[in-house]
């Protein structure tokens, strides 16, 4: 899927629900969302979309802190949103399906595109923090910013290399600290 797709997926779906929310904007879209004790362990599902019968439902697990059920949620609504025709109705961090590589980058560049306004992604960045002091500073992992950036470059913003290159599984391989229950 193209750069521009993707980012006029997520446009409309702001203006038509006027919505930044990912939690809300399930509602909104008749998603229901479910929130299950999957676990804490590394190889642990954070989450996953699933459309059986027209009714859609997203998946978090509620073991993670909040923060980053909310970036599995933007992402699961990227499957829902720009896969829904696909002829796959469940996606998931597991990485059954060779094409799942496509697909994540995909939800992994809605999520980004959903959860982090430009603007506010410019502002971290002129207060003269690092890439790794912005993406903190912006409650996000460095991966997601990653995919910020890949994003704002399309759109013709002169930024930096990032010191990272994230993989399209990163959600899924990522590690969540047992203590972390910031809040965003």
């Known amino acids: 899927m193209q750069y521009g797709d993707i980012c006029e997926a997520v446009r409309r ?12 904007l399930c509602k909104d879209m008749g998603v229901i969302l479910l929130f299950q004790s999957l676990g804490n362990a590394p190889d642990a599902i954070k989450g996953f979309f ?17 923060v980053i059920q909310k970036i599995i949620v933007a992402h699961e609504l ?8 696909s002829g796959l109705h469940a996606f ?5 399906f060779d094409e799942s590589s496509d697909m994540e980058k995909d939800a992994n560049l809605f999520a980004a ?13 002129n207060a003269d ?29 002169k930024l930096v290399e ?5 993989r399209n599984g990163f959600l899924r391989d990522m590690e969540v600290p047992e203590n972390a229950d910031y809040d965003y």
């Open 50 to 66: 699933l459309e059986c019968k027209r009714i859609r439902t997203i998946t978090v697990n509620s073991d993670l802190p909040l």
């Open 113 to 125: 595109e959903f959860l982090l306004n430009d603007n506010d992604v410019l502002d971290a960045l």
């Open 129 to 157: 923090n690092t890439f790794f002091s912005a993406a903190a500073q912006l409650y996000v992992p460095i991966e997601l910013l990653d995919f910020k950036f890949r994003v704002m470059k399309w759109k013709g913003y």
């Open 78 to 85: 990227g499957h829902a949103v720009l896969h829904r025709n």
């Open 162 to 166: 990032p010191p990272i290159l994230s």
């Open 92 to 96: 998931h961090e597991v990485g059954m």
């Open 13 to 24: 779906l702001q203006r038509k629900y006027d919505e930044t929310d990912p939690f809300r």
